[in-house]
């Protein structure tokens, strides 16, 4: 039966192009519009889609407060006596010197008064979350490792503003983790999260460093 | 140019092409798996700085210290407290659990009001203002009418101070009816009492014990303080201490016991006579303590055992063969700080007093009393004075009318609380009807044997407010409800731990602060009697039960509200020469009180053994939590499918047993006892004697949530209860019974 059919269409494509309408071009051009149209589907709108757009609450700025503070990045993203990492500020910490309005700064106005005032924890949207199914410890990498800040955050602390949040539409999770770079190529260590890039570094490290995660390769190592 | 079928194939290929070259597969193939593996309805901690609360974990009478670790207001994890007497780090299964109980879809969240039919789950919500005023107009015309004698109030409070706020408004509103949940802790106390002449807790000085024999405790599933016994038994394994169990079934501390020892089940007094008859006979007992000490020894013990309880007659009861006696005997009473212990499985069941009498004679044979490894008397704490409650006259009369259940009568003189009599009372609306009950931290309805009748009985009574804080089987069948916090929310006193052996009190604090409008229930006593007003208010000098707690624990509150404990340390039991305030100031083996009774005479289960020639025995596991608190989730999940598959219980029965009622495993069977039948599923067992079949305690609730409800058979409905016939609490340890293919 289907044998039949192949032989009956090979026919008449043969009695097309015999009737010489250059159909071959046509298919040809079909093919290139499909070909263009998804590609920018795939590299334009798609990323574009993928991601929401997110303004931080109250902007920032790290170049301004860097100045006035002794201990750098550690001064307000500190660790605690037990060890954890404390991450982005907590309203207490940021009360100690705005408990009222300081300088001209709209920012800093609304700051103050709808949070400090309200009591109501700032909700900073955290570029650099990774999903809960990882573990991750700063003192590990940071008081163990040496690491600084910037292997992984980038050059955050010489931003004078905090740009937009791009916030994935079906995980959630912040765009910093797959990277800017919707095919994944990254320039920087700190241009991507993703779990090979961890990899990539324990790999390099592994003579260095001799902890567990360095070492073993099971799942549960670094996953939940 | 002609546009046809091919171009638009040709079309879809490049879009195909184009698609695969773009990074549009890949990065979703990722996204998804990222959004499977992090579904955004999975609960996850609250990240952020960790605080921890010390607590006191009162899901059984344990008494573990816990660390609960906290997000913000979030408690995310309980642990258990390292420096605690007790538990010292260590935690069980439940309470590692009991945040399900914090966040669990079955608590109630706001007062209720019944309006549809009984038990028929139609409720609405009230404020706490409306539903006080409800409650104190009904209590209000009871009274009126001028039986306040008919309103009861059964309560399973874990804090020493609710429960006295409790006695204290029963006696206020004149109701002689105030009951408490008893174990097997009761029935040592009233061992204590008669042999002993004090009012004391059993201390065990497990870690120091040197031979230990259970006859029947389930020292590894759940007795006692469960996560202390769990690590005395650890020390004993270090140390080479033997452990010889004493059950009919292989239960886990029998399968982790030195010597299981298996007997005819309800015999176990015989066989610690048995054993008393070597020590005696080989004079291996300790001859300062009962010379000096004891009183009668010779003219009444001594002789009671060597006429009645030879190893050869003893062993024809127990089955226990004479050779295995003589060897237990004189191990026991050759060991170094030898313990016996008794209350069976978790001592959930007071049991029978025979049994507690034996083994403490026993101990007492061979010196383990207030000695190093032995059972302690731990005499109880003095408790803060508070202003006498001045009863008006309808309180005076309410409050002579004789108890329900027959607590402190002539028949039952030592017993303050008799709840399994209550129920019987209940049942029969005899000698007067309840009006009112009211419901704290306790669930008759499931816990109480013979759960169908008490059921019924509970449905005959005209109003019941129950003071839950889970839609629990009882509460399920209230008129109204006020809802009180969980443990974590509460902050309140608890006595000491189940069995430890120094004075401690602990203190429950609230780990968050409550997230649904629940009051605890001190205070919502202390509501009630002020919309009482009168005499019931006079008698509530507080206005809020945290108040009370200020006033009654004083300086004590501080030192507890930081280390949420205070233990005495350096305790030492009182020496044999000032311990025992009998009648004769010498410890009794036969107590004065029950010269005329038989205190040794073994409890026979109900049923005629022609109709049902089989002994159904309840067990208690350390997965299943069978008392007020029901089972969590995660517990449940840890239950083996050869004790509940899907929503059968399954029986443990011998081959030998299952042969002769032509079952096979995995068979459907109908079990019968003259109390009730169920349905169960068959699991051939070597581990049970033949003759015997069990099943476990807990399952088979009818409330709470999926997550529980319809799970298994509750086997109180299957059990009677039997009144020991010197302390009148429940002594049924088991009921004849008999299956048959379903
Ligand atoms: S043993 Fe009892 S008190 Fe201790 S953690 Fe378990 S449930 Fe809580």
């Known amino acids: 039966m289907s044998t039949f059919n192949h032989a009956d269409s090979s026919v008449s494509d043969t009695e097309e192009t015999q009737s010489g309408e250059g159909s071959g071009g046509v298919v040809f051009l079909f093919f290139l519009i499909g070909l263009a149209a998804s590609l920018i589907v795939g590299w334009v709108v798609f990323p574009k889609l993928l991601y929401s757009q997110k303004h931080q609450p109250v902007d920032f700025n790290h170049v301004l407060h860097n100045e006035l503070v002794s201990e750098g990045c550690e001064s307000c993203h500190f660790f605690r006596e037990d060890g954890t990492f404390s991450g982005a500020p907590k309203l207490a910490q940021c009360i100690e010197c705005h408990e009222d309005v300081q300088g001209e700064s709209e920012e800093e106005r609304k700051f103050v008064e709808e949070y400090v005032k309200k009591e109501i924890e700032v909700p900073w949207l955290i570029y650099a979350r990774q999903p809960d199914c990882v573990f991750f410890s700063h003192a590990a990498h940071v008081k163990t490792g040496k690491m600084d800040c910037v292997t992984c955050h980038g050059e955050m602390g010489e931003s004078t503003t905090l740009r937009v949040y791009e916030s994935n539409r079906i995980t959630g999770y912040s765009r910093d983790i797959w990277g800017h770079n919707i095919a994944g190529f990254k320039r920087n260590t700190w241009d991507r999260m993703k779990m090979d890039d961890c990899a990539e570094c324990h790999q390099q490290k592994k003579e260095m460093l001799g902890s567990v995660q360095t070492q073993k390769e099971g799942c549960f190592v670094c996953h939940k | ?742």
């Open chain 2, 1 to 742: 140019m002609k546009i046809d079928r091919r171009c638009f194939l040709s079309l879809g290929v490049g879009a195909g092409a184009g698609i695969a070259l773009s990074p549009l597969p890949w990065k979703i193939t990722d996204d998804l798996s990222i959004w499977t593996q992090n579904w955004s309805w999975t609960p996850v901690p609250a990240t952020g700085e960790f605080t921890t609360v010390n607590t006191i974990c009162t899901l059984c009478p344990g008494g573990c210290g816990i660390s609960v670790k906290k997000v913000d207001n979030r408690a995310i994890k309980i642990e258990g407290m390292t420096d605690h007497p007790v538990n010292g780090g260590g935690i069980c299964s439940l309470g590692l659990s009991g945040l399900q109980l914090l966040y669990g879809p079955t608590r109630i969240k706001t007062p209720l009001k019944r309006t549809g039919e009984r038990g028929s789950g139609q409720w609405t919500a009230l404020s706490w203002d409306q539903a006080i005023a409800e409650v104190a107009e009904k209590l209000n015309a009871i009274r009126t009418s001028g039986s306040p004698q008919s309103v009861a109030c059964i309560s399973g409070a874990t804090s020493p101070t609710v429960s006295r706020l409790i006695d204290r408004f029963m006696a206020a509103y004149g109701s002689p009816n105030s009951l408490s949940v008893p174990t097997f802790i009761d029935s040592y106390r009233a061992a204590l009492q008669l042999m002993h002449g004090v009012a004391a807790n059993p201390g065990f000085d497990l870690e120091h014990a040197g031979y230990i024999l259970s006859f029947g405790s389930g020292l590894l599933d759940g007795w006692g303080s469960p996560v202390r016994t769990f690590k005395a038994n650890s020390g004993w394994k270090k140390s080479k201490v033997k452990l010889v169990q004493i059950e009919p079934r292989l239960s886990r501390t029998a399968a982790k016991a030195d010597v299981w020892i298996t007997i005819n089940p309800g015999t176990e007094s015989d066989l610690a006579m048995g054993i008393a008859h070597v020590i005696i006979k080989e004079s291996l007992f300790k001859a300062d303590f009962v010379q000096n000490y004891a009183s009668n020894f010779n003219e009444q013990f001594r002789k009671l055992i060597l006429d009645n309880f030879s190893p050869e007659t003893v062993s024809k009861t127990t089955g226990v063969d004479s050779a295995s006696i003589i060897m237990i005997a004189r191990e026991f009473a050759k060991a170094k700080n030898p313990l016996a212990v008794c209350g069976r499985g978790q001592g959930n069941i007071p049991g029978g007093m025979n049994e507690f009498l034996a083994v403490h004679a026993l101990n007492a044979l061979v010196g383990a009393i207030n000695r190093e490894g032995g059972i302690w008397a731990v005499a109880d704490m003095p408790v803060s004075d508070w202003p006498a409650v001045q009863q008006d006259s309808t309180a005076t009369t309410g409050s002579r009318r004789p108890r329900l259940d027959n607590a402190g009568t002539q028949a039952f003189p030592v017993a303050m609380s008799l709840l399994n009599q209550f129920s019987s009372a209940l049942i029969s609306g005899k000698p007067y009807p309840v009006q009112a009950l009211l419901m704290v931290e306790s669930n008759p309805v499931f816990t109480l044997a013979d759960s169908e009748s008490t059921r019924n009985a509970l449905n005959k009574i005209p109003f019941i407010v129950s003071f839950s804080s889970f839609m629990d089987d009882s509460a399920a069948l209230s008129d109204l409800i006020l809802p009180n916090h969980v443990y974590l929310e509460r902050m309140e006193d608890v006595a000491s731990a189940a069995g430890f052996n120094r004075p401690l009190i602990g203190l429950c604090q609230p780990v968050v602060t409550p997230g649904l409008d629940t009051r605890h229930v001190g205070d919502a006593v202390i509501l009630l009697a002020q919309a009482l007003g009168g005499a019931i208010a006079d008698a509530f000098p507080w206005d809020s039960f945290e108040n009370c707690l200020e006033e009654t624990l004083g300086d004590q509150l501080e030192t507890l509200k930081e280390k949420s404990f205070v233990v005495d340390e350096g305790f030492q039991p009182d020496s044999w020469a000032t311990a025992f305030h009998t009648p004769s100031q010498k410890f009794e083996f036969i107590p004065t009180a029950l010269a005329s009774k038989k205190p040794f005479a073994p409890i026979n289960p109900e049923g005629d053994a022609s109709a049902f020639p089989v002994i159904l025995l309840p067990y208690d596991t350390m997965r299943i939590s069978s008392g007020f608190i029901g089972n969590p989730p995660f517990l449940t999940k840890t239950i083996e499918d050869t004790v509940l598959k899907g929503t059968h219980s399954l029986i443990e029965i011998n081959p030998k047993t299952a042969q002769t009622f032509g079952l096979k495993e995995g068979n459907m069977a109908m079990l019968q006892t003259p109390k009730g039948q169920a349905p169960v599923q068959v699991h051939i067992d070597d581990g049970i004697m033949p003759g015997v079949i069990a099943l476990p305690r807990g399952l088979g609730h009818v409330a709470y949530d999926s997550y529980l409800a319809g799970k298994g058979v509750n086997i109180n409905r299957l059990i009677g209860s039997v009144p020991d016939p010197v302390s009148g609490l429940d002594a049924a340890w088991g009921i004849r019974a008999k299956l048959s293919k379903a």
